[in-house]
């Protein structure tokens, strides 16, 4: 029996605003590492989007 995995928009939402509280909190390099300490690898993509939108402007 196979099963699919789906991603929720509900989950991106989730996660994109996860990023963006705490990259306000604690700033770029503490929440890129902080995702990697608890594998939170869904928020980690969301931070590096947001650092290269930062970088960009």
């Given amino acids: 029996m196979t099963h699919i995995m789906t991603r929720t928009y509900k989950n991106r939402d989730y996660?994109?605003?996860?990023?963006?509280?705490?990259?306000?909190?604690?700033?770029?390099?503490?929440?890129?590492?902080?995702?990697?300490e608890n594998q939170w690898l869904g928020t980690l993509v969301h931070i590096q989007?947001?650092?290269?939108?930062f970088q960009a402007h």
């Fill in 15 to 36: 996660q994109a605003d996860f990023a963006q509280r705490l990259v306000k909190a604690v700033g770029f390099e503490n929440a890129i590492r902080e995702c990697y």
């Fill in 49 to 53: 989007h947001l650092q290269r939108s």
